[in-house]
């Protein structure tokens, strides 16, 4: 099993602690055959909100925004 290949979200709650828990956030760089497309390096805000995440085994920055349902 790789590691190091998903971006997590950690939970802070009315404390501003975490409890340990996680949920995954950005996942799917793996292929079910352990072939690898991408591998998530840096994260940063940009200023409309959304999140911007450099990929270095794609060469790629991804741009990932909330849509409302």
Do not use: N, Q
């Amino acid at each position: 099993m790789r590691t190091g290949y998903d971006v997590i979200r950690i939970p802070l709650h009315l404390t501003g602690h975490s409890t340990g828990e996680y949920e995954e956030f950005v996942t799917g760089f793996v292929l079910p055959d352990g072939m690898v497309w991408g591998r998530p390096v840096g994260l940063t805000v940009a200023r409309d909100g959304s999140l911007l995440m450099t990929d270095d085994a794609s060469d790629s920055i991804w741009r990932i925004r909330y849509a409302k349902k």
